[in-house]
């Protein structure tokens, strides 16, 4: 074991290897409608159709600042891929909706997610996953 490695810089290395995969394959497929964090951020949505879900929930999700969810936000309303709508108990929020265009979009990127999911996971053992996420949770909160 190295214990000279630098965590940040393995995570940060990580990272970009992932997005690479992510935002070459939804770049090919539909070119400047999409990036790789809307490609995330839809299932994001998806995932909790049945909830209502605000910018603050979506900023919480991914651990992101009020600006950048606002200009990712911002991005995928001006593509058609959600519409924000006003609940009625208080006129300050916004609920994110998907639009069809955005559900369609999302059946077909979720495939390349399940791919790289597997690929991500291919030679590990259930009890080294079980550990990766343990260390992940630890390193999240230290941050915290």
């Not at 001006?78 to 929020?93: E, F, G, H, M, S």
Request: hydrophobic share 40%; proline share 1%.
């Amino acid at each position: 074991m190295d214990v000279d490695r630098s965590v940040a810089l393995e995570l940060r290395t990580l990272r970009n290897m992932l997005k690479r995969q992510v935002d070459g394959f939804i770049n090919q497929k539909y070119a400047d409608q999409l990036t790789g964090m809307h490609g995330w951020a839809l299932k994001y949505f998806v995932d909790n159709r049945d909830k209502e879900i605000f910018q603050r929930d979506f900023e919480n999700e991914f651990s992101i600042r009020r600006s950048t969810a606002s200009k990712i936000l911002q991005l995928m309303e001006k593509n058609n891929l959600i519409t924000r709508q006003a609940v009625p108990y208080d006129a300050r929020l916004k609920r994110i909706m998907l639009t069809p265009k955005a559900i369609e979009f999302h059946e077909t990127i979720i495939g390349k997610y399940v791919e790289l999911e597997h690929e991500l996971k291919k030679g590990l053992s259930r009890e080294e996953l079980d550990t990766f996420f343990a260390v992940l949770d630890k390193i999240k909160n230290n941050l915290e």
